[in-house]
């Protein structure tokens, strides 16, 4: 049995709704709701959070980049390398000769390849720590902006 406007029982009437109404916005009006922010002001933040994330982003890639072309060169080098090492043992004909230029050969090539690991690893630390503090730097920035936003500053 539904409940039918203006019959007993029915919760609204004109004079009872208009009431409830009243206490509705006297209930809301006082409650301490924080200001909405400037939506403009907001997208701004969150666009100059994007551009830092894509800066940094960018910077990983042109670090990957710059790794890449140097480990191509490092491979190059020691093809070069390896090549001129084979002609060098094959024209030494005496075995205690050969034992030296092999000794000699293969303390060259582990300082080399230590030398080009750090240089590596540095390339690959550089290319983070710029990409971090990019990121780091718009962090600090975004909270300062969205406390201002917020009128807590």
């Known amino acids: 049995m539904a409940i039918e406007p203006g019959k007993p029982g029915f919760p609204f009437t004109s004079g009872n709704a208009q009431q409830a109404m009243e ?3 006297k ?3 006082a409650m301490k709701l924080p200001a909405a922010p400037n939506m403009e002001a907001l997208l701004a933040v969150q666009k100059r959070n994007m551009d830092a994330l894509s800066a940094a982003n960018r910077i990983a890639l042109e ?6 072309k ?4 490092i491979m190059q080098q020691t093809m070069a390398e390896l090549s001129e090492t084979m002609r060098a043992l ?6 205690g000769e050969k ?4 000794a000699d050969l293969m303390k060259k090539a582990y300082e080399r390849a230590v030398a080009n690991t750090k240089e590596m690893s540095d390339l690959i630390q550089r290319a983070n720590d710029e990409a971090i503090g990019q ?5 600090v920035e975004a909270v300062d902006e969205m406390k201002a936003l917020m009128g807590k500053e």
Do not use: I, K
């Not at 670090?63 to 890449?68: D, I, L, P, R, S």
């Not at 140097?70 to 060169?73: A, G, I, K, S």
């Open 99 to 102: 034992a030296a230029a092999q």
């Open 63 to 68: 670090g990957a980049q710059t790794v890449a």
């Open 27 to 29: 209930m809301f009006g």
């Open 135 to 139: 990121l780091n730097q718009r962090f």
């Open 23 to 25: 206490e509705w916005t």
């Open 70 to 73: 140097r480990h191509m060169e």
């Open 90 to 95: 094959s024209s030494t004909d005496a075995p």
